[in-house]
């Protein structure tokens, strides 16, 4: 006598705005939360994807199949406002999270996410649920996760729909540093992990509306003196540094929400001292690449 083909009880659930539920394998956080989903095609770098503010509000689906399998670490972390929740709300992975196999690693993903509040999901095919992004646009959803596999699927159905848009939301509030800070640390080498630079001559002010940490390390690498300061500082305590440059992160929400705050000190700023999202740094008259 066979033993009869059982499908193991899905523990985990993506409910699109439209009421399509996706069922998979629920990890890290248990409960559920709220988010748009988007996605990330990277092969490498799951850990700073997830800790990057500049995915507040979303939930992050990963087309490569494999993460989770270096684990995670102390170092590999985006955000510098360590003091705020997590931005992510949660991450759909098409396969199991396996134990980590890297000597940088210092436990699985699996809990880190659980302990940074992040919902997870696998068993999913991210692939087709990123053509579906690719060509229907990114929908709300509710990630949830129940280790008993118990669901109210019209009430996670009723949540999704009813979940506003990204339009006029302003998140960089929620992960902007609140105390303006000198920054010196550079990139990570092979042996040697994170350095520290000796400040040079030009001055930088970084305005943080969900800066990453490796833009700055970036600027300080440059020889760059840099300071960051809070998204909502006045122009005048910006000025106040005496910068050579600005620079402009980018961050999550509707930018159109930032602009209230962020316009002026645009519009005030010495001319050719302003940059955003760029390879370049313009200084009063020359450009630094």
């Known amino acids: 006598m066979t033993t009869p083909w059982t499908d193991p009880t899905p523990t985990g659930l993506l409910v699109l705005a439209d009421g399509t539920v996706l069922r998979g394998v629920g990890l890290g956080k248990t409960g559920q939360a709220e988010g748009e989903v988007c996605f990330n095609t990277a092969m490498t770098g799951y850990q700073e994807i997830l800790t990057d503010p500049s995915y507040a509000g979303q939930i992050i689906t990963f087309t490569f199949p494999h993460i989770g399998n270096v684990g995670t670490n102390d170092e590999d972390i985006e955000t510098v406002n360590l003091a705020a929740t997590s931005g992510v709300r949660g991450c759909v992975v098409k396969a199991d999270v396996t134990d980590p196999a890297n000597y940088r690693a210092k436990g699985p993903l699996t809990q880190w996410l659980a302990a940074r509040g992040i919902v997870g999901l696998s068993g999913i095919d991210t692939r087709a649920l990123t053509a579906r992004i690719r060509d229907t646009g990114m929908p709300n959803a509710v990630i949830a996760h129940a280790p008993d596999g118990v669901f109210d699927i019209p009430a996670l ?12 939301l302003d998140l960089a509030a929620d992960v902007t540093n609140t105390q303006q800070f000198k920054w010196d640390e550079t990139p990570w080498t092979w042996d040697v992990g994170y350095g520290a630079a000796d400040p040079g001559p030009l001055h930088v002010v970084a305005i943080d509306f969900g800066i990453k940490r490796n833009i700055l390390r970036l600027l300080a690498d440059e020889g760059f003196q840099v300071t960051v300061v809070p998204a909502n500082a006045s122009v005048e305590d910006i000025l ?9 992160s980018n961050g999550p929400g509707d930018p159109a929400a930032t602009a209230t705050y962020a316009g002026p000190v645009v519009r005030k700023s010495p001319s050719g001292r302003c940059a955003r999202m760029s390879s370049t740094l313009a200084f ?3 450009t630094v690449t």
């Open 240 to 248: 106040a540094h005496r910068p050579d440059g600005l620079f402009l």
């Open 284 to 286: 009063a008259g020359t």
């Open 157 to 168: 159905q009723q949540a999704a729909a009813a979940m506003p848009s990204m339009e006029g």
